[in-house]
């Protein structure tokens, strides 16, 4: 039987996070920005975390993507749409309105820029695993266990590391002329308006910041040889920046005077905007990539192998595990089968399982938590000739589903006393019925927000914990809470078994 639907408790007298227009906006007003996979997007925001209805804008855009695992965007072009879309959400507002500026951005990501502050290069993603040749060297070269605790990543192609090896490897003139080397919002905040500073979780995604000193680590320094002045000063996110370039203001007359928050990455945006801040409660984001993540105080002393904990502020720390691909997934799946009517694949998901299902590893750029193999490739094991479309579109969901079960088993071992899952992003509202798979697989509740764009909610929730610490948030809305059916509870373990069996026999031998 599919999960069980139960119904959510009556809302309170909180405002719901829903769209108001701007003469009902409750000042102060936050202009959030963000910076996805596959589009730039920005919003007005009021002092409730509200989104300001016509003052919403957007551009698509799409990684440079190669079989030899390029992954990457240009810089210049991601840093033009932001000014398209402030120039758009900004029109016509009174001078110095907005009280604060906010941004996140994918993480993690590379550029590297020269003397003049330009980029050298293009944006290099998380997805990109072109550094796989210089992640083994770093491997046997250093203790990866002492790295994961020291850092709390793992060495992998996803962090700078690799990368800063490949570089000088493939790029040695790009290399030298390098004196900079900044992620994505960082670049673009200083080409828009002279900020330069990196947010404390925005170098931790680097894979670079010791989590326990909260400064580059000086064993991976050396390894990569780049020094500690090639990186930006390093401030908590709530210390934004009020200097800016003149030019901004005249450029934008309502951001007169506003503060500017450094970039954080969407992934500690995305635990705010859903309300998941406290060490009980699991933000599972399913958009192009995936993650669980829980926000704890301090860190963990002991890192699980499988499981990163990036150090956010002087006191707080985001733990949890990434996927490259979920909503990747689907699209490749749109793209090279026979399409599949939705209500037919809506069924087919919500329905029991049935024998004769694919196995399907889903790792089309590589796989992050909780193996950290860079180089792996999808597997589909299982196909005969009765096998249809719908079937490997279930098969592949099965094997979203496990991948996230595979770093909640782990969370759980960091903090049993776990006692919520939230889910958001696209996928949940393009593909609802993955987050019943997902349910029965993790074998625990699903609560799902029916809102969208929470990463950009919570990156205003954030300035706006900073610029109103004392106000009151709108609640997120939520549909009804996804149970899992123990009755199927002996297929996922089965299915479970037969994911890590092939995952050694075909990932782990890479």
Known sequence: MPAVTTPLPPPSDIPEARGVPLEQAVEPLVLAMDIGSTS??????????????????????????????????????????????ITRVLADLAPGSVRGVAMDTFASSLVCVDAQGDALTPCITYADSRSAPQLAQLRAELDESAVHQAVGARLHTSYHAPRLLWLARTRPEVLARTVRFVSLG???????????????????????LNRH????????????????????????????VE?????????????????????????????????????????????????????VPGTPEVLPTGLWAYRVSASESIVGGA???????????????????????????????????????????????????????????????????????????????????????????VNPDIHQVIASGGVTQHYPATMEVVAQALGFPVRVVDVKRVTMRG????????????????????????????????????????????????????
């Open 323 to 413: 996927l490259n691909d979920v909503g990747r997934v689907m699209t490749w799946l749109e793209s090279t089968l026979a399409p599949v009517e939705e209500r037919v694949l809506d069924v087919a998901l919500r329905g029991n399982p049935v024998p004769g299902i694919p196995l399907v590893l889903p790792f089309l750029t590589g796989e992050r938590a909780t193996g950290w193999a860079g180089n792996a490739r999808a597997v589909l094991t299982g196909v005969s000739s009765s096998t249809g479309a719908v079937d490997i579109w279930r098969g592949a969901v099965e094997g979203v589903a496990i991948s996230y079960e595979r770093i909640f088993e782990q969370l759980r071992s």
């Open 186 to 208: 960082e670049y673009v905040y200083t080409r828009l308006a002279g900020v330069d500073a990196a947010a404390t979780s925005t170098m931790a995604w680097t894979g670079l």
């Open 213 to 240: 000193t909260g400064d580059l680590d000086v064993d991976l320094l050396s390894a990569t040889g780049t020094r500690r002045e090639q990186f930006a000063q390093i401030v908590d996110a709530d210390s934004p």
């Open 459 to 510: 990156t205003a929730v954030f300035a706006l914990s900073v610029l109103d610490p004392e106000g009151q948030r709108a609640t997120v809305p939520q549909s009804a809470t996804l149970q899992p059916d123990h009755a199927q509870k002996s297929y996922y373990a089965d299915l479970r078994a037969r994911f890590d069996a092939t995952y050694r026999d075909v990932v782990a031998e890479r």
């Open 40 to 85: 730039t997007r920005a919003c007005l925001y009021d002092a409730l975390a509200r989104p300001i209805r016509k003052r919403a804008a957007k551009a698509a855009h799409q990684f440079r993507e190669g079989a030899d695992g390029t992954a990457e965007i240009d810089a210049d072009a991601v840093t033009a749409e932001i000014a398209d879309v």
């Open 243 to 295: 200097a800016v370039s003149p030019e901004t203001g005249v450029r934008w007359p309502a951001l007169v005077g506003a503060l500017w928050f450094p970039a954080i990455p969407d992934g500690y945006a995305s635990n705010l905007g859903v309300g998941a801040t406290d060490a009980g409660t699991v933000a599972l984001s399913a958009a192009t990539s995936g993650a669980m993540r829980v926000i």
